[in-house]
């Protein structure tokens, strides 16, 4: 008895020292800003406003584009085998995988002003991406939207095929059955993707800094900022402070829902 006490009490204080460890450096962000007195005048500044403003709207964008662009991808990966789906799909992972330093040096080459297809582009058109709000998409989009592809064909393969099987017999086009029977099955992780691909967009530096600067109003997204500020920005270490805990108060809200929305659906089912 005495053995499986200690044994518990061994791991309970594990446990706590490890939440310790996670809990310390954000409650340390509270406390500085608490302490500095200024988080009201900093986080309604027009800086970093226009920074919450950019990363609001250019992460919605970018959650638009994977699930309009991502879903049937995802579909057609969890249905079907064709030449070059293995392929896609380590495509579709090695965003995840690879530093998003990375991926901003393969979006200047291949959509830069000198880039494969930037180049061209705004040649003929005149359109470029660099040092634009549509490059903040563009590099947001390539490292976030393969987490929503990834849970999104999860979830399709999670799903019956023979459920599938029967809407047909019944006379229910591909379209409806997709939207009615595979889709509501398949919601939960549909929404844990949505959530994961958006908190990936909103704390994106690496691949935006590199491909679209930091330019306010127009590319300085929040973590763009924060790093300004830690860099001598008229923020300075205050600022990085209230922009911190600005985006961490969106992630957690974020990863909130995350849990408690996929319960709900799971419930009502």
Known sequence: MKTDQFNRITIWLLVAAFAVFFALPFAGLVERAIRDGRFFELATGDAALAALRLSLITSAVTVAIAI????????????????GSNLIDALLDLPIVLPPTVAGVALLTAFGRRGLLGQPLEEWT??????????????????????????????????????????????????????????????GALFAGLVLCWARALGELGATLIFAGSLQGKTQ??????????EGSSLGLSGAIVLSIILLAA???????????????????
């Open 126 to 187: 005149g359109i470029s991406f660099v040092f634009q709000t549509s490059g903040v998409i563009l590099a947001q989009t390539l490292v976030a939207a393969p987490f929503y592809v990834r849970a999104a064909k999860n979830g399709f393969e999670s799903v019956d095929r023979q459920l599938e099987a029967v809407a047909y017999t019944l006379g229910a086009s591909r379209a409806r059955t997709f939207f009615q029977v595979v889709v509501p099955q398949a919601s």
């Open 221 to 230: 997204t929040m973590p763009l900022a924060i790093l300004g500020a830690l």
């Open 68 to 83: 309009i662009l991502g879903t049937p991808t995802a579909y057609l990966l969890a249905r079907r085998r064709f030449p």
């Open 251 to 269: 992630a957690l809200i974020l990863l909130l829902l995350f849990r408690l929305i996929p319960q709900r659906l799971g419930a009502r089912r």
